[in-house]
């Protein structure tokens, strides 16, 4: 692999779309594209099975599916990130299936279930971690009502190297942090938009659906933070945020829509998204995602110089 999972998890964690065929069925070979974009632009860790992936739109044979194919498009250009999550015996068959398809990594998404208990939580990542045969583990922590305890004490687990933390609260996290052990790495789960400002309580690379799209810019705004020079990151985060701003319409519905319909525009049609996702973008944001492309050059046929930009 060209870098270590430790150097990885600090980097960029590029969240895949699920491409579908004409039948609606998964089509993992219409990724190939994506992915030579991307890790040629430098990406650090492709994530497979993620929210962009529509994880919870698929069923747990084509998520098996998915983990292997992407692993075997990426062939040992980035360490694999593989996510896992559902029900416990889901969990368990994908870890162990991502682990046998040679994912470096799982992401635990955080059970969406009504009733979960925290003491509960451990007993499901020690499960997963026992079917992977010991893959780290990122935790996927999209609510910190759990508490800081508890956070910690799933932190302290053997195997969970790092935490994705998509919370828009930057205070708790800072408190999370202090109350772990400092090896743990803290990743921006919200994508470019909010990484800054979880840069500046002690987190350390984001996740992002951008890099389907217009990798070049992520990397640019990753290099900038790591740099520390806010001011060219904030600048950079500028001049994408008309794409986020879509993608976070309808309640977060539109989130994959507006990649997957960027991804036409670009000539990579990855088909549209499954409900209970928004599909298509409605003739106003498509009219602001069609303004966004064509303002930096990102459509299919635009001149490579463009595409290239930061």
Same mark, same amino acid.
């Given at each position: 692999m060209t870098r270590s999972l430790d150097? @990885?998890?600090?980097?960029?964690?590029?969240?895949?779309?699920?491409? +579908?065929?004409? /039948?609606?069925?998964?089509?993992?070979?219409?990724?190939?594209?994506?992915?030579? /974009?991307?890790?040629?632009?430098?990406?650090?860790?492709? $994530?497979?099975?993620?929210?962009?992936?529509?994880? +919870? @739109?698929?069923?747990?044979?084509?998520?098996?599916?998915?983990? /292997?194919?992407?692993v075997a498009l990426v062939a040992g250009r980035a360490p694999v990130l593989a996510g896992v999550g559902r029900g416990l015996r889901d969990a368990q068959r994908l870890a162990r299936a991502s682990a046998e398809a040679g994912a470096a990594a799982l992401m635990v998404h955080q059970p969406p279930d009504a009733f979960v208990a925290p003491r509960g939580l451990v007993d499901y990542m020690n499960a997963v971690a026992d079917a992977s045969g010991g893959l780290p583990m990122m935790l996927y922590l999209r609510n910190d009502a759990i508490g800081t305890s508890a956070i910690a004490e799933l932190c302290s687990l053997p195997g969970v190297k790092g935490v994705k933390w998509a919370t828009p609260n930057p205070l708790r996290l800072a408190e999370a942090r202090a109350a772990c052990d400092p090896s743990i790495v803290w990743v921006g789960g919200l994508a470019e938009v909010w990484a800054p400002v979880f840069y500046a309580v002690g987190a350390r690379g984001f996740t992002s659906g951008l890099i389907n799209v217009w990798p070049e810019r992520s990397l640019a705004i990753h290099a900038a933070l790591e740099a520390g020079?806010?001011?060219?990151?904030? @600048?950079?985060?500028?001049?994408?945020?008309?794409?986020?701003?879509?993608?976070?319409?309808?309640?977060?519905?539109?989130? $994959?829509?507006? $990649?997957?319909?960027?991804?036409?525009?670009?000539?990579?049609?990855?088909?549209?998204?499954?409900?209970?996702?928004?599909?298509?973008?409605?003739?106003?944001?498509?009219?602001?995602?069609?303004?966004f492309l064509d303002a930096n050059e990102l459509r299919a046929g635009a001149p490579q110089r463009a595409l290239n930009r930061n």
């Open positions: 150097q @990885a998890q600090t980097g960029i964690s590029g969240i895949l779309v699920t491409p +579908y065929d004409e /039948r609606g069925e998964i089509a993992p070979e219409r990724l190939a594209p994506i992915l030579d /974009r991307a890790l040629n632009a430098g990406l650090h860790m492709p $994530v497979v099975n993620g929210n962009t992936g529509e994880f +919870y @739109a698929l069923t747990t044979d084509e998520a098996v599916t998915m983990a /292997r194919e992407v020079d806010f001011a060219k990151a904030n @600048a950079l985060i500028e001049g994408m945020r008309a794409f986020e701003d879509i993608r976070a319409e309808e309640m977060a519905g539109t989130n $994959v829509t507006g $990649v997957k319909a960027a991804l036409i525009a670009q000539g990579i049609d990855c088909g549209p998204t499954r409900p209970p996702s928004a599909w298509p973008l409605t003739p106003v944001q498509q009219a602001r995602l069609d303004a």
